[in-house]
């Protein structure tokens, strides 16, 4: 759910998340923020995408679909 979060927030304002940003800012253990980002991608809420000039740097960034859907959710939390 946080990751979610902070990719809805970043992707909204345009700028990249990396998986190394999620990995500091997550409170799992690296093993299981990369495992829930392998879950997320499965169900076709994140994708991958590798950095152009450096591959040691991968983004992860929230789909479309799962963006409709967090709007969607957010929006009838907001509403009584």
């Given amino acids: 759910w946080d990751m979610l979060l902070q990719l809805y927030v970043q992707g909204s304002s345009g700028s990249p998340t990396t998986v190394e940003q999620l990995l500091k800012t997550?409170?799992?253990?690296?093993s299981v923020t990369l495992k829930?980002?392998?879950?997320?991608?499965?169900?076709e809420l994140v994708i991958?995408?590798?950095?152009p000039s450096d591959p040691d740097v991968e983004f992860v960034e929230i789909?479309?679909?799962a963006t409709s859907a967090l709007e969607t959710y957010l929006q009838g939390v907001r509403e009584p």
């Fill in 36 to 43: 829930w980002l392998r879950h997320l991608e499965a169900e």
């Fill in 48 to 51: 991958w995408r590798s950095h």
């Fill in 26 to 30: 997550s409170t799992l253990p690296s």
């Fill in 63 to 65: 789909t479309a679909e």
